[in-house]
């Protein structure tokens, strides 16, 4: 069966600081990762997704993300947040006609 | 163009009544999925559709609940009977079917969601 891990349920960070979130994934096969963002009052918007190729995954808004296959992540990084970041985070593998998500990371930034 | 948009934003109803959540999917995209985000909850698939198949109704958590999609368009989420656990955001999604034929390639466009409460 296939599961995500987001280990973090809340995490803090000063404005202007760098941010990982953490996304750890149960796959058989080669997954398909995704992360979307979900800020208050507003639907879920799609931050990156990797399929295949360079492990290294540039997204919208500043995001990265790098899949480790070896280590079965695929962490969610930003160099510099900015307070408009301040949103729900979630991590989901697809398979087949699925997506199976995490349970999210919720991210507060202050100044 | 218009994203995805649900009706209603909000619904508050008594238990045991039942309740319809509406999905307007962007225009051409053929798959719609339901979803449900309970409090401290990740986002639960519940039922998706594609094109004129049968959908996968695997994610349904019981008999009360039932979707239907008229025309590969618009869908309607049913909870009948409603139960105080049924309370929960209700995310409704859609994708265009890309050439890989995976659908969970494609990039899902979610609406805003109907928040239920069941008193």
């Known amino acids: 069966a296939q599961s995500v891990t987001q280990p973090d349920i809340h995490i803090t960070v000063s404005e202007g600081a760098s941010l990982e979130l953490r996304c750890n994934y149960s796959y058989g096969a080669t997954p398909y990762l995704f992360w979307y963002v979900q800020s208050p009052g507003q639907g879920l918007q799609l931050l990156l997704k990797y399929f295949s190729g360079d492990t290294l995954v540039q997204g919208i808004k500043g995001f990265e993300a790098e899949f480790k296959r070896s280590q079965s992540s695929f962490n969610l990084r930003k160099p510099s947040v900015h307070w408009s970041d301040a949103a729900e985070y979630f991590c989901?593998?697809?398979?087949?006609?699925?997506?199976?998500f995490g349970t999210g990371t919720r991210l507060t930034v202050i100044p | 163009g218009a994203g995805v948009s649900q009706s209603p934003s909000n619904k508050v109803t008594e238990k045991g009544k039942d309740v319809e959540l509406r999905c307007d999917p962007i225009?051409?995209?053929?798959?719609l999925y339901w979803y449900r985000q309970s409090l401290g909850q990740g986002l639960e698939f519940l039922i998706y559709f594609q094109g004129n198949s049968a959908p996968d109704k695997s994610g349904l958590p019981s008999d009360r609940f039932s979707a239907e999609r008229t025309g590969g368009s618009v869908s309607t989420l049913t909870i009948q009977r409603t139960q105080q656990e049924d309370s929960a955001v209700y995310l409704c999604a859609s994708s265009f079917a890309g050439t890989t034929g995976l659908l969970s390639t494609d990039t899902q466009y979610f609406g805003p969601g109907t928040r239920l409460t069941v008193l």
């Open positions: 225009s051409g995209h053929t798959a």
């Open positions: 989901a593998v697809g398979r087949a006609n699925n997506l199976f």
